[in-house]
């Protein structure tokens, strides 16, 4: 009888995340806080991808454009609303030059309820159909997303790394 909390980022947060689908865990004894669920896709100009990207009227979106330089981001949903959307330049946020255009991040941030379904849809052990359930989330929220996020492409699922780590694919 406790309640235990991991807040962890990088590798950790894939070996949590394995743990909480493995079998040793009884399901109905775990509710999930909060849980980010990302992609980085390579884009030409990652501004002007999230300068065209229109929220849906559904959603509260905030636009945050740099005065000088690069680094767009969009936010899709209230900050403390148990589901947001957050799509960014991870080029200019990271400070990453990957030569020939730059990296797009989308992330779904899930909280309560939300991170619990997130759970219990991927210990179907389906994640064609997680990343499927994730990219249909995403694209409710925002949905010129679903011209630029792959159809069914698992191998671009990630988990979320620290600033100063290479992308983690899962």
């Not at 945050?64 to 960014?88: H, N």
């Not at 499927?132 to 996020?149: F, H, K, N, Q, Y």
């Amino acid at each position: 009888d406790g309640r235990w909390i991991a807040s962890v980022a990088g590798a950790q947060s894939g070996q949590v995340w394995d743990a909480l689908l493995g079998e040793a865990v009884d399901p109905r004894l775990i509710s999930v806080a909060r849980v980010d669920i990302q992609t980085t896709l390579h884009a030409v100009d990652a501004d002007r991808v999230i300068g065209n990207l229109v929220p849906s009227p559904r959603y509260k979106g905030t636009r945050v454009l740099q005065t000088a330089g690069r680094g767009s981001t969009l936010y899709v949903g209230a900050a403390k609303s148990d589901k947001r959307l957050r799509v960014y330049n991870k080029s200019a946020q990271a400070g990453i030059d990957v030569g020939i255009g730059e990296l797009l991040r989308v992330e779904l941030q899930l909280r309560n309820s939300h991170a619990d379904l997130a759970l219990a849809i991927a210990r179907t052990n389906d994640e064609g159909g997680f990343y499927r359930w994730w990219r249909e989330t995403c694209c409710v929220m925002a949905p010129d997303l679903s011209g630029i996020l792959p159809l069914a492409d698992t191998a671009h699922i990630q988990i979320p790394e620290k600033q100063d780590e290479a992308p983690g694919y899962r």
